[in-house]
């Protein structure tokens, strides 16, 4: 049921608290800038990604019913209980979200995602465990419940727009490196001991396997708290054409400008893939104990690459297994077919761009 939100009443968005989650949503928050009247919640550092766009929608980095206090009606694109819960004591009286884990009684319109039965899913390895939620490309997902606030988002594909100050600031780091353009960039980084973060011996193999099919030099870049994998992989995989991004780790702004100035994007699948997405960079992605069907949609520029394996994808943060089996879907992964699907996506780039 749509809500009966009237075009004067101020919409709160609590965004998702992750990049990855974050991006996916650009469009509702782009098609609520556009209706005006909007608060947006969430984290400084990731709403900082959208840092001189919606200037129709306030930033708020306060989840305190207090402060909530006051909206029309609140779009909980997070699905934690602790935001409806909010919202209710906020005294909201349109908030709509996801119905899981309880949440639906705070609720006063809400989508009750789909489940899936415990087959084998098609192309994937792990079978299914009971009824568990469906996965499906989190967009989608959030694009349908801003239609519960009569919210309508025409262009579905996230779109970001590097800011001119952080390409001159990359640019500047760059010039450190006297690095030849046109260059390509490896996102090595991971959360120390994520199993959603390709070990450095992956790296190595993809990143000497790029060089064996190309001359383009790579920077390797990490986020802030990265710093160790991009240190290991640099030790791991020593090559002439490899160069660490310079100085402290790179901001989000400084990220997506530097994606947008790359020919080719190589990354494991996490947050900063879906920056390079936004921005239409070509884009080579092992897809390790992540499920793919969270992020099916907007491939145009993408390639997934994966190694089906009995244990995957399993979405665990850290690998379970020993020996031969630790992070097998990442060491399964055929590295120059990494190396293979970054070039050919470049060479259609290059070739589209004539």
């Known amino acids: 049921m749509r809500a009966p939100l009237c075009a004067s009443a101020r919409l709160l968005i609590r965004v998702p608290n992750w990049l990855g989650d974050l991006v996916m949503a650009e469009p509702v928050l782009r098609s609520a800038d556009l209706r005006g009247a909007v608060t947006l919640v969430g984290p400084a550092h ?47 009286p349109v908030r709509a979200g996801l119905a899981r884990d309880g949440r639906g009684l705070l609720l006063t319109h809400a989508m009750t995602p789909a489940r899936e039965l415990g087959a084998v899913p098609l192309g994937l390895g792990i079978h299914g465990r009971g009824r568990r939620w469906l996965p499906r490309p989190f967009g989608t997902v959030c694009v349908e419940l801003a239609s519960l606030v009569g919210l309508h988002v025409p262009d579905r594909a996230p779109l970001l727009i590097p800011t001119d100050a952080a390409r001159e600031r990359v640019a500047r780091r760059l010039s450190a490196l006297d690095l030849a353009r046109p260059f390509a960039v490896a996102n090595v980084g991971s959360r120390a001991g994520s199993a959603k973060g390709a070990p ?114 399993c979405h665990r943060e850290c690998c379970p297994l020993e020996g031969p089996a630790h992070l097998a879907c990442f060491t399964g992964i055929d590295p120059s077919e990494v190396a293979r699907s970054a070039l050919e996506l470049r060479a259609h780039a290059v070739e589209c761009a004539r």
């Open 200 to 313: 450095a011996s992956v790296w190595q193999a993809v990143l000497a396997e790029f060089a064996r099919q190309s001359d383009l030099p790579i920077v390797l870049v990490s986020g802030p708290g990265e710093e160790a994998a991009l240190t290991a992989v640099q030790s791991a995989a020593p090559a002439p054409r490899l160069h660490g991004f310079p100085g402290p780790a790179a901001d989000l702004a400084e990220l997506t400008a530097l994606f947008s100035m790359a020919q080719v994007v190589i990354t494991a699948d996490n947050g900063p893939r879906h920056i390079a997405s936004a921005l239409g960079t070509p884009l080579s992605v092992m897809c390790g104990p992540t499920d793919p069907r969270h992020t099916a949609d907007h491939l145009r520029s993408t390639r997934i690459v994966r190694a089906t394996q009995p244990c995957s994808p």
């Open 46 to 92: 990731l709403l900082s990604l959208f840092e001189g766009r919606f200037p129709n929608c306030d930033r708020l980095y306060s989840d305190s019913a207090r402060d909530w206090r006051g909206h029309g009606a609140a779009l909980l694109l997070t699905g934690s209980f602790r935001s409806a819960w909010i919202a209710a004591r906020a005294g909201i």
